[in-house]
């Protein structure tokens, strides 16, 4: 069985080809789209592995009508642009599956020889939209696997629960499978069951019937029903209370509900995606979450990684959230490569939600366009893990250093302002954390009189009694 290769590094190409012909594969190695169509035209391939980005095109483009002429031919895509789009785009080609570099060689070639093996034979493409403007964005390894588990629910109603930290971007996850699904031109109705009182929850979701109870004047349509033909978001699933619980398993076991109050059976037509934030299965043990609507629910697990598991995207996360803040009226700001890798450095434990809300401050209050080091250390918070006695992390000089020798555009500042900026708040906020914020005792580790002191916590905002209250 032969392969086709495309693929213009010619180092991946080699490493490639040895791992697929240690498969059993015969490859046939190309490097651009015209040799691509040439060789398919001339004689069958068991599977095609394909690059996107190619001397004379963009892969993904071209892929639909070759999915079209050989459908039972699995493709698998290999691609450096590692968004949601480039995802929802390999996908909507009819691919057999999506790789973001880099990648797993093994698990490459196990998937090729799966993929030939089963003979696979995706759906053909659609017409969804190539997922501009989605509101997901990050192109770390753990936000790759969500995207590939994005694509995979997306031509399908399979019951989803999206599990991970507060403010990870659950919701957002969840509006991405309704944008990019079938039922995109349905309603999405998003309903946060921790926010609804334990007696109202039941007509919330599933509506009620004039006179049902006191103050039922007129029927109420549930959110159940609002969402006909869409998406229904649970969020905050974990928090529902039990016999909320208990309706919604019938309900989605049934697939119909009935109004508080009704006597008539309504049938759904709503695709569910769940959230929370909370480990379930220990609520199980403990009583506090039916088992089985855990199941039910759990069909598709998306895990939402938190903001320290893909620093490697803080940046761009900034840099798009400076965008959007300049989009609603607050002034247009940039971050120099030394502020947006500081910004990396910092825990987060609010995650995404935290980072926005510190980037709209940012807008507002930066005095300058561009943004370096020394503007943006004295705007971040004293403590992103909420404990003072966790300090924070100094970064790392030796990179500072090289960095600012070695960077093609000045930097601005001295080097000495530059390092002097990064590194004296975290130095200052460790000495508040070990002196319990104590002024005298800080100035004297310091070897600066309390005046001076003053002034640079200041200068950083910095506020001992902040330290002082959780000693």
Known sequence: MSVLLVEDDASIAMVITAALEAEGFGVTHCETIAERDRLLAERPFAALVTDVMLPDGDGIDTLAHVHSRFAKMPIVILSAQNTLDTAVRATDTGAFEYFPKP?????LARTVRQAVGANASAAKPGEEPAGEGLPLVGRSAAMQAVYRMITRV???D???????????GKELVA???????HRRTGPFVAVNTAAIPAELIESELFGHEKGAFTGAVARNIGKFEQAAGGTLFLDEIGDMPMQAQTRLLRALQS??????GGRDEVRLDTRIVAATNKDLEPMIAAGLFREDLYYRLNVVPINMPPLRERRDDIEALARHFLQVAASEGLPRRRLTPQAGALLSRQSWRGNVRELKNFIFRLALLAREEIIDVDALAPLLPIDQQGDPQAGEQAPDLDAAVRHWLTAEQPVAGSIYETALAAFERPLFATILRETGGNQLRAAQALGINRNTLRKRLGDLGLDPEHFARRI
Do not use: K, M, P, Y
């Open 158 to 168: 399979l019951t989803v629960l999206i599990l991970g930290e507060s403010g990870t």
């Open 154 to 156: 997306l031509r399908n």
């Open 255 to 260: 697939g119909t509900i009935r109004r508080v």
């Open 103 to 107: 990648f797993d060689i093994d698990e």
């Open 175 to 181: 509006e991405a499978i309704h944008q990019l699904g």
